[in-house]
């Protein structure tokens, strides 16, 4: 299927794509409860998608405490609108 | 997983999953009233410079700059934060809004230096503060549209 993408669309990568699409960047925390796992578990499903190229880290020191903020490269959200495309045929052509 | 694996209902629960992980994102975004006011105050007082005597027109465009600067630093250490740039429908309204903020200003050196009319200025700010307001409000408009009709 043209345009779906294997690193996208395991639930938790969708989910976190999905968080990051409308902004250029979330902080990490906000991620964490919109798509709700654990540190570790967003930190794994991010190092993916970092590794793929499709999302970015920043880190920055705001009152003393570290934050992060997470967002979609120019590929990632590339790959995610592509990969809605391909679900939203697939979910059209049953219909 | 291989794509023939997923059926139609898979793909019809992911796209479901994404609209509202999109739409609970979106949700986050805040512009309280105090940053408009800010930074809305800001660009229109910049405009107000042709109306002071050097040097203080250009310690004031200098001044509004740097709360401008401020305020967007401020802006992209907030928990989401969207960029006026960002791709879709509302990158057109960007570009021709940012024509006519160049247009005041413009207007506004060019009409005080060449009349040394005082009102110029001042209409040229006021009208400064209510595009940028209303501006702001067609902008998170067609933004939060956007992202409930889901993207391309």
């Known amino acids: 299927m043209s345009g779906f993408d294997p690193v996208i669309h395991p639930l938790n990568r969708l989910q976190i794509c999905a968080v990051l699409a409308p902004h250029d960047e979330v902080e990490f925390a906000v991620v964490r409860e919109e798509v709700g796992v654990s540190d570790s578990v967003l930190s794994k499903q991010v190092r993916h998608l970092e590794e793929a190229g499709y999302v970015a880290v920043r880190k920055a020191t705001v009152d003393t405490r570290q934050r992060t903020w997470l967002s979609l490269t120019k590929s990632g959200r590339a790959a995610f609108n592509g990969h809605v495309a391909a ?9 | ?27 986050r975004l805040e512009w309280p009233l105090w940053r408009e006011l800010v930074l809305t105050g800001l660009v229109s007082g910049m405009v107000l410079a042709p109306l002071a005597a050097r040097p203080f027109d250009i310690l004031l465009i200098i001044a509004c700059c740097g709360g401008i600067l401020a305020m967007v630093r401020d802006y992209t250490r907030q928990p989401v934060w969207v960029s006026g740039y960002r791709k879709g429908r509302t990158q057109p309204m960007t570009f021709v809004f940012a024509g006519f903020v160049i247009a005041l200003y413009l207007g506004s ?44």
């Open chain 2, 109 to 152: 050196f060019a009409g005080y230096h060449t009349t040394g009319l005082w009102w110029i200025p001042v209409a040229a700010s006021a009208l400064m503060f209510l595009g940028f307001t209303v501006f702001n409000r067609i902008w998170m408009a067609v933004w939060r549209a956007e992202i409930r009709e889901g993207r391309p």
């Open chain 2, 1 to 27: 997983m291989p794509t023939e694996d997923i059926t139609p209902e898979d793909a019809r629960r992911a796209l479901s999953e994404i609209s509202a992980r999109e739409q609970g994102s979106a949700a």
């Open chain 1, 87 to 95: 679900l939203r045929r697939l979910a059209a052509a049953a219909e």
